[in-house]
């Protein structure tokens, strides 16, 4: 058994999607950076930069293995695969 999380992102955002699973909770970031040049007719430059943080966090009925999890992409959809973690009982 495995949660299977898909998200629709540009291939050039993928790098920046990081996916972690604890227990039953999965979190989900998104970071971005942003840098401006803005050059003034009078020659001055003005620079400016931006950073966005995105996070989402998921509970899930089962508890998750935080080791194995497998990350793809294709036709734009990022696509991570966490396997349940089951353990026997012994008698």
Same mark, same amino acid.
């Given at each position: !058994? %495995?949660? *299977?999380?898909?998200?629709? /992102?540009?291939? =050039?955002?993928? %790098? ?9 909770? *999965?979190? /989900? ?10 050059? #003034?007719?009078?020659?001055? /430059? &003005?620079? #400016? +930069?931006? $950073?966005?943080? =995105? #996070?989402?966090? /998921?509970? +899930?009925? &089962?508890?998750? $293995? $935080? !080791?194995?999890?497998?990350?793809? =992409?294709? &036709?734009?959809?990022?696509?991570? !695969? ?10």
């Amino acid at each position: !058994k %495995e949660v *299977i999380v898909s998200l629709p /992102i540009a291939e =050039y955002e993928k %790098e920046n999607v990081h996916l972690s699973a604890q227990g039953r909770n *999965i979190k /989900i970031t998104l970071g971005r950076k942003f840098a401006d040049n803005i050059t #003034s007719p009078e020659g001055a /430059i &003005d620079r #400016s +930069t931006r $950073s966005e943080l =995105y #996070s989402k966090e /998921i509970n +899930t009925p &089962d508890i998750l $293995s $935080s !080791k194995n999890i497998v990350q793809n =992409y294709e &036709d734009g959809v990022l696509t991570f !695969k966490i396997p349940i973690f089951t353990f026997a009982i012994i008698h």
